[in-house]
């Protein structure tokens, strides 16, 4: 059996529609089910046909059924492991619904660092999980026969409460970056070394990444400070890496604030796509 990884959220934590929100988008979403987005999460079934979940978003009922509906199978998909990037709302707030109100699951296995861990455990989350700590850089099957590895990569992002990794899923053909939330390029680039985006990817043998496509440009949310709130912005990305070459990896940005004209098909969509990069869609599907 093939590895896959499918797509199963790509919005910012407050998803789309956004609380307390009447913009153009959200309101388009409220209006028009197809139009909601989710906030990020992705599904990998490995070789052996185990599910592993990454990220726990509030959408969790959704997402099980996205996947069972990606993989051409009826009813919901349930996971064999969850692993989680850092702890802030969108990635961790579905994690209740494991435990005793909803799912009631026992020892399933839990990967994050071992400050993800013990900020879950202060906030009385962890009950339903076997945890274990991971060790960043190194690759490590989530469970046995699997046929693929995760490999966490530390990332700089305003670590209030805890620490933050990407996740890169290395599978018997391909490897698939997942780089939702970092706070800028210089930063994440400093970490490891590298003097430029593809010099990054090419060093992680990335062949597919995900990455942090909150917004669009700096001017984005009026009334908002947005130095509260870092991320680098697609239009720098795309700056920086320019057009895609012949060699290069696919890029596709996801993470989408609901004030992210990417949502649309506009103009932004097509600059992006003309420069031979994409945008992740929900239900997107590779094979690894
Ligand atoms: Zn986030
Ligand atoms: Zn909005």
Redesign the pocket.
Known sequence: MAVTLTVLGIA??GGVPHAGCECSNCMDAHDNPMLRRHP?ACGIVGSDGSMHLIEASRALPDQMRLWADSLDRQGVARPDSVSLTHV?I??IDGIGQFGKEVMGVSELPLFASRLVIAEMEKREMMMPFSTSEITTMQGFEPSKSCGFELVFVPVPHRDEFADTHAILIRGPDKSVLFL??HDEWDGTLAMHGAETIREWLFSLEVDIALIDGSFWGPEELPGRDMSQIPHPTVSESLMRLGKRSEGDPEIHFT?LNHSNPLLKQGSEYDELVKMGWGVSWQGQHFSL
């Open positions: 910012q934590d990020v802030h969108g990635h939702p939330d993470h």
